[in-house]
């Protein structure tokens, strides 16, 4: 079950489930932007969690909309990176979105994690899936022993669609019953559902799902379509500490 709590004075977002640092923040929270009104917030708030969790390093990848999965090592630089794994401690790895599904897995057996950033054409090209792979291959993890969330991100209702977006979107989960509608000459897709029902066919079953709609909610987070294309972000964050 998600629940809001504070660390410090920022709000920010947070599963029972997983039992390592981890959060989704919210609109007093912020990391990321180039919004000048939060870029001081923003850096302020960086400082202030690598100090909490006493971290040598804060990593957030160059995301964009690829399907590339990549291992934290000992650079600070990932271009082109959609989904980090992180398997050492010291190190925190926040990833960014713009109404765009965030996912956590964590590998309970082998304390490893992932943040995959999963917006529609991720989502399409299975970038959970991808990510479930590179930890299986690496580690030899089993899907039983996953733990696995769904952050605050738009809505079915929210996310209106093309047909051909929404017909690869569905084509992607063995069972698509419900994932994209077809409304009064509109199509909508589920990106929550499609990603969760993607690691469901790879046998992970211990998820946990946002209730909230970064539209429907967005008192409490940023959104690109809401808020008219905002440089502002909500972000996922974990640390193996």
């Given at each position: 079950?998600?629940?809001?709590?504070?660390?410090?004075?920022?709000?920010?977002?947070?599963?029972?489930?997983?039992?390592?640092?981890?959060?989704?923040?919210?609109?007093?929270?912020?990391?990321?932007?180039?919004?000048?009104?939060?870029?001081?917030?923003?850096?302020?708030?960086?400082?202030?969690?690598?100090?909490?969790?006493?971290?040598?390093?804060?990593?957030?990848?160059?995301?964009?909309?690829?399907?590339?999965?990549?291992?934290?090592?000992?650079?600070?630089?990932?271009?082109?990176?959609?989904?980090?794994?992180?398997?050492?401690?010291?190190?925190?790895?926040?990833?960014n979105f713009a109404d765009c599904v965030p996912v956590i897995m964590y590998d309970t057996k082998n304390n490893a994690a992932s943040i995959?950033?999963?917006?529609?054409?991720?989502?399409?090209?299975?970038?959970?899936?991808?990510?479930?792979?590179?930890?299986?291959?690496?580690?030899?993890?089993?899907?039983?022993?996953?733990?696995?969330?769904?952050?605050?991100?738009?809505?079915?209702?929210?996310?209106?669609?093309?047909?051909?977006?929404?017909?690869?979107?569905?084509?992607?989960?063995?069972?698509?019953?419900?994932?994209?509608?077809?409304?009064?000459?509109?199509?909508y897709a589920d990106l929550k559902e499609i990603n969760k029902r993607q690691m469901i066919d790879l046998g992970i079953k211990n998820i946990?799902?946002?209730?909230?709609?970064?539209?429907c909610n967005n008192d409490k987070f940023f959104s690109y379509r809401k808020e008219n294309k905002t440089t502002n972000r909500i972000s996922?964050?974990?640390?193996?500490?």
């Open positions: 079950m998600f629940y809001f709590c504070k660390i410090g004075n920022l709000e920010v977002l947070k599963s029972d489930k997983l039992n390592i640092a981890h959060f989704f923040t919210t609109r007093n929270s912020i990391l990321k932007t180039k919004d000048p009104a939060f870029i001081q917030a923003a850096e302020e708030n960086k400082a202030f969690f690598k100090n909490y969790y006493n971290l040598k390093r804060l990593i957030s990848p160059s995301q964009t909309h690829t399907s590339n999965v990549r291992l934290v090592d000992d650079n600070d630089i990932y271009e082109d990176t959609d989904a980090l794994i992180l398997d050492k401690k010291d190190i925190g790895i926040f990833l995959i950033h999963a917006g529609w054409r991720g989502t399409k090209e299975q970038i959970v899936k991808k990510a479930f792979y590179k930890l299986n291959s690496r580690y030899n993890s089993n899907p039983d022993d996953i733990v696995a969330l769904i952050g605050p991100s738009i809505c079915k209702n929210c996310f209106e669609t093309s047909k051909d977006i929404a017909l690869m979107l569905s084509a992607s989960v063995s069972d698509n019953s419900g994932c994209a509608d077809y409304i009064e000459g509109k199509y946990d799902t946002a209730q909230y709609c970064t539209c996922a964050f974990l640390t193996l500490n």
